[in-house]
């Protein structure tokens, strides 16, 4: 007779297993579900979390719904009229396996400059942007993947209200911005990114 298994392993992917495990976490600490409001999309504002293949898309979005904030996760070649409808209020590019200089990277569409709303970039995301406003982006001298310290020289950013001068991260990237674009500062740094943040 087989034995029973053991694993209360939840059989799905990467990205819905680790936002069932943080919301099974959430149920035993006795916390309540988020609980998105119910208003029409008209009224709703919302930030558009544009999804360039990163693993973490689906967390990304999950995180900013914990804020209490309503989110939309969409490829990132969405039309404008798609996004328009969403009432969006702010952008989050999100990661993703490209490099800026592949043939065919998947680039931000000119709508997310043009509208003039907030924009924050993730690894990939970041890079993108610094490459369409000037920076330069270059391969890595050494790829950048798991455990590291982030080290914020900027603590007056409000992105870094609450946290610790120095805090453990996980990094994933094998390019990274050397040179930032007119107007841009660094805001931290990692052993191997100089330019780990940056607004």
């Given at each position: 007779m087989k034995k029973k298994s053991e694993s209360h392993r939840i059989a799905v992917s990467d990205d819905i297993e680790v936002s069932t495990y943080l919301g099974l976490a959430k149920e035993l600490r006795g916390e309540q579900p988020v609980v998105e409001p119910k208003l029409p999309p008209s009224e709703r504002e919302t930030i558009v979390v544009l999804d360039f293949g990163s693993q973490y898309s689906m967390l990304i979005a999950r995180r900013v719904r914990e804020c209490q904030v309503y989110c939309e996760l969409v490829p990132h070649d969405t039309p404008w009229e798609k996004i328009a409808s969403l009432n969006p209020r702010g952008f989050i590019l999100s990661g993703g396996p490209a490099?800026?200089?592949?043939?065919?990277?998947?680039?931000?569409?000119?709508y997310i400059y043009e509208s003039r709303?907030?924009?924050?970039?993730?690894?990939?995301?970041?890079?993108?942007?610094?490459?369409?406003?000037?920076?330069?982006?270059?391969?890595?001298?050494?790829?950048?993947?798991?455990?590291?310290?982030?080290?914020?020289?900027?603590?007056?950013?409000?992105?870094?209200?609450?946290?610790?001068?120095?805090?453990?991260?996980?990094?994933?990237?094998?390019?990274q911005v050397i040179e930032l674009p007119a107007g841009f500062k660094a805001l931290a740094y990692t052993e191997n990114s100089p330019f780990a943040v940056i607004g």
């Open positions: 490099s800026v200089y592949d043939s065919g990277a998947p680039l931000p569409l000119p709303l907030p924009v924050m970039g993730i690894c990939y995301g970041t890079q993108a942007i610094a490459y369409h406003l000037g920076g330069q982006v270059t391969q890595g001298t050494k790829r950048e993947y798991g455990h590291t310290i982030l080290h914020i020289s900027a603590e007056d950013c409000p992105l870094f209200v609450g946290l610790s001068s120095s805090l453990p991260v996980w990094m994933s990237h094998g390019d």
